[in-house]
């Protein structure tokens, strides 16, 4: 359980539109948190803009300038920890975090996954299950571990494919979807309910 208001770093790679949705939930007290931080890899990300306007600390961290991985993924858990963070959220993060980040919050670093894992991993989960021709994809919320869209699920919500159906008006659907229960699902952890028991998240019914 945090005892203080939950601290919230977001690692963006783009649009930034599920820190967006993350921010408003924070704002409009539908979720009881804020953003501490906002990390990039790319600096022309858009999502960088939406943490000014919001007053929020944007850093962009430039791969370019670490000669490993390793010192990349530290200088990320420097800021991280110098904002006094509580829980970290990949939001459209293109990267693997490494053990440096994950060891430091074990149990604190979550991602969010555009179709229902462990079907359709990697950077084009929508494209795949609409390809592929599946009825039923979805979103998932999950934390994260050592390898891609593989650690323990904490919240995953279906949306079925329709007839008329396209890519992008899967994408439009999933969307809503993430934007509604990625601030849900750290409401959860701000609420003190979830905990990780080997490969499965236990939530507990409000108190
Ligand atoms: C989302 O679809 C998310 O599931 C995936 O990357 C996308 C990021 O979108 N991991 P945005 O940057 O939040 O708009």
Same mark, same amino acid.
């Given at each position: 359980?945090i ?14 539109t #599920? ?6 939930? /924070?704002?409009s *007290? +539908?979720?009881?948190?804020?953003? =501490?931080v906002v990390?990039s890899?790319h600096d022309?990300?858009r999502?960088l ?10 850093v962009?961290v430039?791969?370019?300038?670490y000669?490993?991985?390793r010192?990349?993924n530290?200088?990320?858990r ?6 006094a963070v ?12 490494g ?10 670093v979550? #991602?969010i996954?555009?179709?229902?894992l462990? /079907?359709?991993p *990697? +950077?084009?989960?929508i494209?795949? =299950? ?5 009825k ?10 050592e ?9 995953q919500?279906?949306?079925?494919i329709?007839e008329?159906?396209t890519?992008?008006?899967l994408e ?7 934007h509604?229960?990625y ?5 959860l952890?701000a609420e003190?309910?979830v905990e990780i028991v080997?490969?499965?998240v236990?939530?507990a019914?409000?108190?």
């Amino acid at each position: 359980m945090i005892a203080h208001r939950m601290r919230i770093g977001v690692l963006i790679s783009g649009s930034g539109t #599920n820190l967006q949705a993350i921010i408003d939930a /924070s704002e409009s *007290g +539908a979720l009881e948190a804020d953003v =501490a931080v906002v990390i990039s890899n790319h600096d022309s990300a858009r999502g960088l803009v939406r943490a000014k306007e919001r007053g929020i600390d944007g850093v962009y961290v430039d791969r370019g300038r670490y000669a490993s991985i390793r010192e990349y993924n530290a200088a990320i858990r420097d800021i991280l920890r110098d904002h006094a963070v509580d829980v970290v959220a990949m939001a459209g993060y293109m990267r693997l975090l490494g053990k440096e980040v994950l060891d430091f919050w074990p149990k604190g670093v979550l #991602n969010i996954h555009p179709a229902l894992l462990p /079907s359709f991993p *990697g +950077a084009n989960g929508i494209r795949d =299950a609409f390809e592929f021709g599946v009825k039923v994809t979805g979103v998932t919320v999950h934390y994260a571990n050592e390898e891609f869209d593989q650690g323990p699920i904490l919240m995953q919500e279906p949306v079925a494919i329709a007839e008329g159906d396209t890519a992008e008006s899967l994408e439009t659907k999933i969307h809503a979807v993430e934007h509604r229960i990625y601030p849900a699902a750290l409401q959860l952890i701000a609420e003190g309910r979830v905990e990780i028991v080997g490969r499965k998240v236990k939530i507990a019914s409000r108190a």
